[in-house]
């Protein structure tokens, strides 16, 4: 399972193989936004019609069924997608910037913090037994995360490891007396930090229980379906011995399309780094050597 975390999270490839992870994050709730404006009923396709389950045969069927799970795995996919995003480099430093200049950053003791050393020095230190009395005495909810004191004057830290994230409550006990120096509550989080919290919960599968785990699991089947789907039908369209590039659009971009890719691209940064990027490789390189162009045909 720790393998599988690290491959979720990273590719097994540390800090560059994150940022890849991070970088089709941003792209997909990017394609999911153009998908959606492509899919919205307009002329003469109705609702009806642009919720009606794939028939027929061929790219049709395929193009159906990729129009049908967009919309559903849009609706899915995209909180998953947005939940995970505070766990990210980029996005997530971004955010954890912004609380700590707000105040809205989360007051948890498990990463340091305020936390209070034990009121002696020397002694001997209670056993662990001992401290998961004083866990359960103080109302925690088992199973328990706890971590031993770093030296003779830090104390004991202890979590309830609930996958109920309102029940993950912490104590700093005395490693001699077994005394709570400090208690933290979830509620006691600002109101960000408790909703960040909440966000990861749901990502995991764990918000509300088996239902999430469901709701989750269908969504991969549907971006499964989805990402097959789109690439049946772009090959079943292209022209034989192409990659089918489209011809790049005569008229130059609205005012409402630009604000759009650069509100995308400031939201997103990744994005606005990696579109910098292909436009600068197309001016610079591929139009030279005549790659992914489109030709007219005669």
Not at 37 to 42: K, S
Not at 149 to 178: C, H, M
Request: a positive charge.
């Amino acid at each position: 399972m720790r393998v599988l975390r690290k491959f979720h999270g990273e590719l097994l490839l540390g800090d560059v193989g994150t940022k890849f992870v991070e970088l089709a994050a941003h792209w997909a709730i990017v394609m999911f936004i153009t998908g959606l404006y492509l899919w919205w009923p307009r002329g003469q396709r109705t609702v009806k019609q642009a919720f009606t389950p794939p028939s027929g045969k061929g790219r049709s069927f395929w193009r159906q069924t990729h129009l049908f799970t967009g919309i559903l795995a849009a609706v899915l996919v995209v909180p998953i997608i947005v939940a995970g995003l505070p766990w990210t480099d980029v996005w997530g430093g971004g955010l954890s910037l912004v609380q700590e200049q707000t105040g809205t950053k989360s007051n948890s003791l498990r990463f340091g913090g305020d936390v209070p050393n034990s009121t002696a020095s020397e002694g001997v230190p209670i056993p662990y037994a001992e401290v998961f009395a004083v866990a359960k005495a103080e109302g925690l909810v088992a199973p328990y995360e706890t971590r031993p004191p770093k030296d003779a004057d830090a104390a004991y830290w202890i979590r309830s490891a609930s996958v109920n994230r309102a029940e993950q409550t912490e104590l700093i006990v005395d490693q001699y007396s077994g005394d709570v120096l400090k208690r933290q509550d979830f509620a006691d989080n600002p109101g960000l930090a408790r909703l960040v919290s909440q966000g990861i919960s749901f990502h995991q599968g764990e918000l509300y229980g088996w239902l999430n785990l469901a709701q989750n699991t269908l969504a991969v089947i549907l971006t499964l379906v989805l990402s097959v789907s789109g690439f049946v039908a772009w090959w079943m369209r292209r022209p034989a011995g192409s990659l089918g590039v489209p011809a790049a659009p005569g008229a130059s971009l609205g005012t409402g399309m630009i604000v759009l890719v650069i509100g995308l691209c400031i939201l997103f940064p990744l994005v606005g780094v990696s579109l910098i990027v292909a436009l600068l490789l197309d001016w610079a390189l591929f139009k030279r050597l005549g790659w992914f162009q489109s030709h007219p045909t005669t």
